[in-house]
């Protein structure tokens, strides 16, 4: 099975304007297509921004909305899969969520955020459900989950134990959290042997200060590839072939002893 080409889209857009947004992605699918990416991932909230304070109502669509069909029109054109961050709404619930349209413009997975971070989140989004989330894309089992998610070793253990081979993360990583994606990263890759794709937005939003360092993770704990702090589109390579090897070289998943913890529940 050849590689997963992912390109990573490090990017704040412009906040509170939909159509800019989704012309920003639309100019970085271009450029993901033409150098043989079969993914584009973009940060959390990408479609709207982040820091949107009391827009969020008035920015939430459904899943199957206006700016998810648009999307999926230029997922077919430049042939790949993308994954958008946006608010969601659900009759009267609105979830902070991550979507994955496949390249022919089908909607293949769509997630909404379970940890919500600091008061704004928890002011204006319902927590999901659904820990584990996955679909398939060219043999690659895919999982999602939003930024302070991954933070959670019992999130990212799941999607281990479901047996996903890339993690895509959308996020928003403000600072001085950098280390989470220059050290925490890699570590959960490592310790959950897979691919991890984390994908921040970047610089001055609102009150927040992001801080980029988007990365593509490897089984191994090393970073594939890592963009600065300035908007920028990365890319990287997701082996099956390697991820196959290194599971069947490392003892974690094979080892543990789930007996042993039922403190943690």
């Known amino acids: 099975m050849p590689p997963l080409r992912t390109a990573l889209l490090q990017s704040s857009g412009r906040p509170g304007s939909v159509a800019e947004n989704i012309k920003t992605l639309d100019e970085a699918a271009e450029r993901a297509a033409a150098a043989g990416a079969r993914l584009l ?22 899943a199957d909305g206006a700016s998810a069909q648009t999307v999926a029109s230029i997922a077919v054109r430049h042939g790949l899969a993308v994954l958008y961050g946006y608010p969601e709404r659900a009759d009267e619930l609105i979830f902070n969520s991550a979507q994955l349209i496949g390249p022919d413009g089908t909607r293949l997975a769509n997630y ?25 894309l060219d043999g690659v089992r895919i999982g999602i989950m939003i930024c302070y998610d991954v933070e959670f070793p019992e999130n990212v253990r799941a999607h281990a134990l479901a047996a996903t ?17 220059e050290s925490v990263v890699p570590v959960r890759a490592f310790e959950n042997q897979m691919y ?8 001055p939003e609102g009150e927040f200060e992001f801080v980029g360092l988007s990365c593509l993770a490897g ?13 920028e589109l990365v890319i990287g390579e997701v082996d099956p072939e390697f991820l196959s090897a290194s599971r069947a070289a490392n003892p974690y998943l094979h080892d543990r002893r789930p007996g042993l913890y039922g403190s943690l529940v």
């Open 196 to 203: 991890v794709a984390y994908v921040n937005r970047t610089g």
């Open 112 to 136: 909404r955020k379970t940890h919500l971070f600091g008061c704004f989140e928890q002011q204006w989004f319902t927590p999901g459900e659904q820990t584990v989330v996955q679909t398939e």
């Open 41 to 62: 991932v973009c940060p959390e909230l990408f479609l709207t921004g982040y820091a949107i304070g009391d827009d969020v109502p008035l920015l939430a669509e459904p």
């Open 219 to 231: 089984p191994d704990g090393t970073v594939r590839t890592r963009a600065g702090r300035g908007e």
């Open 165 to 181: 081979d890339l993690l895509l993360v959308p996020t928003a990583q403000m600072h001085p959290f950098q280390f989470v994606p």
